[in-house]
C-alpha cells in the first residue's frame, strides 16, 4: 500500500514569508509526528499528533510554528514569518498504533533565503 | 544530558568485518527502541525494533537492550559497502508519552 507522502518536497521561501508543509500519513494510521532534521544531525521531535488530538508540542521551537491534523488524516505544519534558522528537512512519520513503529514520509527541504 | 546519545563517528570497517553501534538513552521509563538507517538525501527506514532486554537478530543485524544501563547497541555482521549509511538510534514510551526521540545518529563508512 501507499507510504507516507508529504509535499512539496522541495521549498523555497523568501525570509518572512508563511510556509505550509503537508503531510498525508498511510491510511489508518493513529500516531502522526513532524520532525525538523538539519544537516548532519538526527530528527529533532517537533509534535505529535494521536487521531486529531495534539498530544505533544514540546518540540516546535516557536510561536511561529504551527501543526494541525483537524479530521486525524492529513497534517499540516505552517511556519509564519520563516527565518534562516529554519531551513531544514521536516519529516513526516505515522505509526499504526500510539507505541509504535513510525514510518517516515520523503520529507520536505524548506530553504529560507 | 541529550535524551538518547550516539557516537557521531564517523566509523570506518572494512568490508566482510562487523559493525558496531552503540546508543544511550537517559530516560529509564522507555519501553521501545529502534534503528533506523538513512542514506544521505533520505528519509529514515526501520532496520530493527526491539522491546525487552537481550538480543533480537534480523539476518545480519543483531539488536541488543540493555535497560539496567540504558544501552542499546547494533551488531552488523559481514558488512557490505551497501550499509555505508548513518544509523540512528530512537527511543519510545518514555516520561514524555509516545513522541519518538532520535539520536544524532553514527556514520558508518564500510570500505570495499
Known amino acids: 500500500g501507499a507510504g507516507v507522502s508529504q509535499s512539496p518536497r522541495y521549498k523555497v521561501a523568501k525570509r518572512g514569508q508563511d510556509v505550509a508543509l503537508r503531510c498525508d500519513p498511510i491510511s489508518g494510521h493513529v500516531s502522526l509526528f513532524w520532525y525538523q532534521q538539519a544537516l548532519g544531525q538526527g530528527p529533532e521531535f517537533l509534535t505529535y499528533f494521536q487521531n486529531e488530538a495534539q498530544l505533544d508540542k514540546s518540540g516546535l521551537p516557536s510561536d511561529r510554528f504551527f501543526a494541525e491534523r483537524p479530521e486525524g488524516s492529513v497534517s499540516t505544519l505552517k511556519i509564519q514569518r520563516t527565518q534562516q534558522e529554519d531551513s531544514a528537512v521536516y519529516l513526516c512519520?505515522?505509526?499504526?498504533?500510539?507505541?509504535?513503529?513510525?514510518?517516515f514520509g520523503p520529507g520536505t527541504r524548506l530553504t529560507v533565503l | 544530558q541529550k535524551e538518547v546519545e550516539q557516537n557521531s563517528g564517523p566509523l570506518s570497517v572494512p568490508e566482510g568485518a562487523i559493525a558496531s553501534l552503540n546508543c544511550t538513552y537517559s530516560?529509564?521509563?522507555?519501553?521501545?527502541f529502534f534503528w533506523y538507517r538513512q542514506y544521505s538525501g533520505k528519509s529514515p527506514e526501520l532496520i530493527m525494533s526491539i522491546y525487552s532486554n537481550g538480543d533480537k537478530e534480523d539476518g545480519r543485524f543483531t539488536a541488543q537492550l540493555n535497560k539496567a544501563s540504558q544501552y542499546v547497541s547494533l551488531l552488523i555482521r559481514d558488512s557490505q559497502p551497501s550499509d555505508s549509511a548513518t544509523y540512528l538510534c530512537?527511543?519510545?514510551?518514555?516520561?514524555?508519552?509516545?513522541?519518538?526521540?532520535f539520536g544524532a545518529g553514527t556514520r558508518l563508512f564500510v570500505k570495499a
Open positions: 530512537a527511543v519510545n514510551g518514555n516520561t514524555g508519552g509516545f513522541k519518538t526521540i
Open positions: 512519520a505515522s505509526s499504526l498504533a500510539p507505541a509504535g513503529v513510525p514510518s
Open positions: 530516560d529509564r521509563v522507555s519501553q521501545s
